[in-house]
């Protein structure tokens, strides 16, 4: 990272959302370091640093020395890991996989902040967690996930307050369907067959964008007007109020 340039870390940055994130903080002029799981991105972005990172591992030794090597300020984190469930009724979800989107899905989050926090503190940086509206929905076939999204949350409105002493804000962002090959996926593992339809039909007549979602993102971890804010949740969601 080059001049004074401030840091941003990214978890979960190769992703379809943490793709689109690692360009929107990018664009703002920040440095990046991101995070893949298994195969390294085969069309790295261009001055992004890549370390891997198993957010089921509990270890985030080779992401704090990657953060470590790096002196400029820390001033922006962003968690973006998740895997999905298996859509089945938490009667026949197996226990495994209710400890597996755990692991990944929230306590992901402790393995990575314990390894920044020190760095995060010095910079006085913004963390922003990517949850999502099935914590607010919680519909049936997804208990596994619902749930997980849900400690993800706690976890976060946790670190808000005990971080605000050392300048450190912490917001989550919720947005509902995606679209991605990931939502695509999950989709199908539902019985949609009509992808386009299924967009269609939704309140707003279309999923998000990635980039709708990275966008605020980068607001919320670099915008001056987000700066009061911390232990926030921004639900990103279609409501007309018509019932």
């Keep these: 990272m080059g001049g004074g340039q401030d840091l941003a870390v990214v978890i979960g940055g190769s992703g379809a959302i943490g793709r689109s994130v690692v360009a929107e903080l990018r664009t703002r002029g920040l440095g990046v370091i991101a995070t893949h799981h298994g195969q390294h991105p085969s069309d790295p972005d261009a001055g992004t640093g890549w370390v891997p990172f198993n957010a089921a591992s509990g270890d985030a ?6 953060v470590d090597a790096v002196p400029n300020r820390l001033a922006v984190v962003v968690f973006a890991v998740g895997v999905p469930s298996s859509k089945r009724p938490v009667a026949d979800t197996p226990g495994e996989e209710f400890a597996r989107l755990f692991a990944v899905n929230a306590l992901g989050l402790v393995t990575a902040w314990q390894a920044l926090a ?16 099935t914590v607010r929905v919680a519909g049936a076939g997804n208990g596994a996930y619902t749930a997980s999204k849900a400690a993800l949350e706690a976890l976060a409105l946790t670190l808000a307050k ?3 002493r050392h300048g450190v804000r912490v917001n ?27 967009y269609a039909g939704l309140p707003a007549g279309r999923a998000l964008t990635v ?5 605020v993102i980068g607001g919320l971890g670099c915008d001056p007007v987000w700066d009061y804010a911390t232990g926030t949740v921004v639900r990103l969601v279609f409501d007309s109020g018509a019932r």
């Design 61 to 66: 030794t080779g992401l704090r020395a990657a």
């Design 118 to 133: 020190a760095r995060a503190r010095a910079g006085a940086a913004r963390l922003v967690v990517v949850s999502s509206d």
């Design 162 to 164: 005990e971080e605000a």
């Design 172 to 198: 989550v962002i919720a947005p509902s369907l995606v679209a991605s090959p990931q939502a695509e996926q999950i989709l199908a593992v539902k019985g949609v067959t009509d992808i386009g339809a299924h």
């Design 211 to 215: 980039q709708e979602v990275a966008g």
